[in-house]
T-cell receptor, first 118, second 114 residues
Framework: DTGVSQDPRHKITKRGQNVTFRCDPI?????LYWYRQTLGQGPEFLTY????????KSRLLSDRFSAERPKGSFSTLEIQRTEQGDSAMYLC????????????????FGAGSRLTVL | DQQVKQNSPSLSVQEGRISILNCDYT??????FLWYKKYPAEGPTFLIS?????DKNEDGRFTVFLNKSAKHLSLHIVPSQPGDSAVYFC?????????????FGKGTKLSVKP
């Protein structure tokens, strides 16, 4: 297993266009997360899946954002009608319950997909 | 207001010396903290964790200390190596409930000079 894979690594788009990012988690992980990171900030939580069920969404996830994980494996994050404020690094992570400390949610992150909206 | 604060944006240390990275938090109801390290063009990678019921956790050159009365934790790296140069994030986590939501600080950029 090569870890969490994200595609594309960099996307440049014009304002108003739609973009889609794909994430392939570690195969045995049943939890998948999307975070967003802007310059000088830490990662900010967007949404979380357990298997195919989307269990939590941040208020940061506006109506223009939609995430899916149709078969409980890979996930897509779509941004419709992009705005310049959407420019950020979009990070995907996956995890499996357990670990140290017990029950801690240790996320394994991908390298991210950088979005630039012109 | 930020729930997890890393007040030092950057830190420069000489190789072989100790690096101390600090993190303050406001929510006493956390269950654990995680430290992540991030190199440019890579995603954050997990480094070390500490449970709320402990005050210290050690893993090789890395030790995390938790001071609950001060709502403060720190990561010590001894001895520091040039390969430790990266951005370090602390993140607060909770069991149950909001399991998806790790709350990250803004990060501290560590530079270890040879």
């Amino acid at each position: 297993d090569t870890g969490v894979s994200q595609d594309p690594r960099h996307k440049i788009t014009k304002r108003g266009q739609n973009v889609t990012f794909r994430c392939d988690p570690i195969s045995e992980h049943n939890r998948l997360y999307w975070y967003r990171q802007t310059l000088g900030q830490g990662p900010e939580f967007l949404t979380y899946f357990q298997n195919e069920a989307q269990l939590e969404k941040s208020r940061l996830l506006s109506d223009r954002f939609s995430a899916e994980r149709p078969k409980g494996s890979f996930s897509t994050l779509e941004i419709q009608r992009t705005e310049q404020g959407d420019s950020a690094m979009y990070l995907c992570a996956s995890s499996l319950a357990g670990g140290e400390p017990p029950g801690a949610n240790v996320l394994t992150f991908g390298a991210g997909s950088r979005l630039t909206v012109l | 207001d930020q729930q997890v604060k890393q007040n030092s944006p950057s830190l420069s240390v000489q190789e072989g010396r100790i690096s101390i990275l600090n993190c303050d938090y406001t929510n006493s109801m956390f269950d654990y903290f995680l430290w992540y390290k991030k190199y440019p063009a890579e995603g954050p990678t997990f480094l070390i964790s500490i449970s709320s019921i402990k005050d210290k956790n050690e893993d090789g050159r890395f030790t995390v200390f938790l001071n609950k009365s001060a709502k403060h934790l720190s990561l010590h790296i001894v001895p520091s190596q040039p390969g430790d140069s990266a951005v370090y994030f602390c993140a607060e986590g909770h069991y149950g409930g909001s399991q998806g939501n790790l709350i990250f600080g803004k990060g501290t950029k560590l530079s270890v000079k040879p």
